[in-house]
């Protein structure tokens, strides 16, 4: 009778431990977001990364830090609910030059170390060419 017991007892705890949940977990619809060639003036800096709590627990994120003062991200004050999506906007100042920046978003994700993901934010802004109205229009001459 004991070793039924026992037997039913082990069914039993492998059953619970194959319900037993995973958390929160993020996934991220992409870690870079390249700006390409952009013209400052002509594009105000503001992209978007948009995430999933692919997990089974409430998504928390609890920083989200630049590595300059010239890039300001918003991270989402609620959780994020289990199959729900949210997002996390950057601001970069647009200052002319190459950009290459990290994001770094620390959560309570499991699927990730320490619930540490480093996003990157790359392209170069370059100043539009300015057109003087005034200025004569240079012409070919007729052949």
């Known amino acids: 009778m004991m070793k039924k017991l026992l037997g039913l007892f082990a069914i039993v705890m492998m059953g ?5 949940q995973t958390g929160p977990k993020i996934e991220f619809k992409a870690e870079t977001i390249d700006y390409g ?8 800096g503001l992209r978007v990364f948009e995430f999933t709590n692919t997990g ?16 300001v991200p918003s ?5 994020i609910l289990p199959g ?3 997002k996390i906007e950057v601001q970069y100042n647009m200052n002319p030059g190459p950009i290459s920046k990290t994001i770094t ?6 699927n990730k170390q320490e619930g540490i993901i480093l996003l990157k934010i790359s392209g ?19 052949s």
């Open 16 to 20: 619970a431990s194959g319900m037993a």
């Open 37 to 44: 060639t952009v013209s400052k003036g002509d594009d105000s």
């Open 56 to 71: 089974d627990a409430e998504l928390v994120i609890n920083d989200v830090k630049s590595s300059c003062g010239c890039t």
């Open 75 to 79: 991270k989402p004050t609620e959780p």
């Open 84 to 86: 729900k999506t949210g």
């Open 105 to 110: 978003v620390t959560s309570n994700a499991t």
């Open 124 to 142: 170069n802004v370059v100043v539009k060419e300015e057109v003087n109205p005034l200025e004569k229009k240079k012409t070919l001459p007729n």
